[in-house]
């Protein structure tokens, strides 16, 4: 599987927009790029994916580099109930690319 | 809809004894899965199914047994409790076919084990 990079935490101010970036140098032409996140003693949420073009979604928006070796979940304003740990996940299409692989994630912090 | 159910949410076990994790779906998912997560860690993959009968082990499976008799049910079983088994059990389920790229994966909320 692509591996993804993330930095360990990041940290925001509620109601300021965030930025989590991903890297994924070695992604494959038909890998999604998905983000999970996960709120505190709450399993996985699904957040978004996307191929080739940016996404909206009423999460987040996700933002992929032309070249898709990186791309950016973006949280338009911040609020604690985002306070997550988001996972960025590159997922095949069809045969036995159905599992999901979980790296450590960023651990976001959303000051008050 | 309930989604992905699991029992219990927490557990304390003494080594040796054993237990059967519960997780049942009713979103009719063909593909189950089995995650445990350590913590400050990701979730690791234990066993999958992607279909009643059909089963196959994870990256960490060693300890750990599953059944898929029902396309909804997909317990796991701990044999023999050990101390390293200690962690936050995670079911999930997926669905088989995708026109967006977007399998539809929905987590459980978890059951938290303590072995002691």
């Known amino acids: 599987d692509a591996k993804t990079t993330q930095p360990n935490s990041m940290e925001s101010n509620e109601e300021e927009p965030v930025h989590l970036p991903c890297n994924h140098s070695t992604i494959s032409g038909t890998d999604y790029i998905h983000w999970y996140r996960q709120l505190p003693s709450q399993g996985p949420e699904y957040v978004i994916h996307?191929?080739?073009s940016n996404v909206n979604n009423r999460m987040a928006s996700l933002a992929i580099a032309e070249d898709r070796k990186s791309s950016t979940l973006i949280l338009h304003r911040a609020t604690l109930r985002d306070a997550a740990v988001y996972y960025c996940?590159?997922?095949?299409?069809?045969?036995?690319?159905?599992?999901?692989?979980f790296g450590k994630g960023t651990l976001l912090t959303v000051n008050p | 809809n309930a989604g992905v159910t699991q029992t219990p949410k927490f557990r304390i076990l003494k080594i040796g004894q054993s237990m059967t994790l519960q997780c049942t779906q009713d979103m009719n998912h063909n593909y189950m899965y089995w995650y445990r997560q350590d913590p400050g860690m990701g979730l690791k993959l234990i066993y999958y199914?992607?279909?009643?009968?059909?089963?196959d082990k994870g990256e960490v499976p060693n300890g750990y047994n599953v059944s898929r008799s029902t396309t909804e049910d997909f317990p796991l079983r701990l044999e023999l409790a050990a101390p390293s088994q200690t962690s936050v059990y995670f079911c999930?389920?997926?669905?088989?076919?995708?026109?967006?790229?977007?399998?539809?994966?929905?987590f459980g909320s978890g059951t938290r084990l303590t072995v002691v």
């Open positions: 996307g191929l080739t």
């Open positions: 199914s992607v279909g009643a009968g059909i089963t």
């Open positions: 996940i590159l997922r095949g299409s069809g045969g036995s690319n159905y599992k999901l692989t």
């Open positions: 999930a389920s997926s669905s088989q076919v995708t026109i967006t790229g977007n399998y539809g994966y929905t």
